[in-house]
């Protein structure tokens, strides 16, 4: 597993071409699309269900966020980079979905503002 440093390090270095899909939505709610935005940088790669939602500038936002909060940020199923950001009455989901070739080997959720177990 990695340590908070590693995990801020992993956070800080990925780049747009790194993610295949961003979400942008309701916290602590389904991730379907019903309660947020999906967006992809092509749709080379990804399910054609997100063609419409070709947005790289989208997709480079949420990154950006979610590196702007790296510590309130975790990492699921290897892949997956999550963030619940902003203030309680307004917090907002940030994800992305990484490439294969980005995905953390060790599938263990990772959280960057706390020590490894």
């Known amino acids: 597993m990695m340590d908070p440093k590693e995990m801020s390090n992993f956070i800080q270095s990925l780049t747009p071409v790194d993610v ?3 979400y942008f939505g309701q916290p602590r709610k389904c991730m379907c699309g019903c309660s947020g935005t999906y967006s992809v940088n092509a749709v080379t790669g990804v399910d054609e ?3 419409d939602n070709v947005n790289p500038a989208e997709v ?3 990154l950006r ?3 702007a909060h790296e510590a309130d940020a975790h990492v699921d199923d290897g892949y997956i980079v999550y963030a619940d950001i902003g ?3 307004r917090k907002k989901a940030y994800c992305v979905y990484l490439d294969e070739s980005r995905r953390v080997r060790d599938p263990k959720p990772v959280y960057a503002n706390t020590e490894s177990e």
């Open 49 to 51: 269900t997100y063609a």
């Open 65 to 67: 966020m979610i590196q």
């Open 60 to 62: 480079t936002r949420i």
């Open 87 to 89: 203030p309680a009455s």
């Open 20 to 22: 295949q899909k961003a």
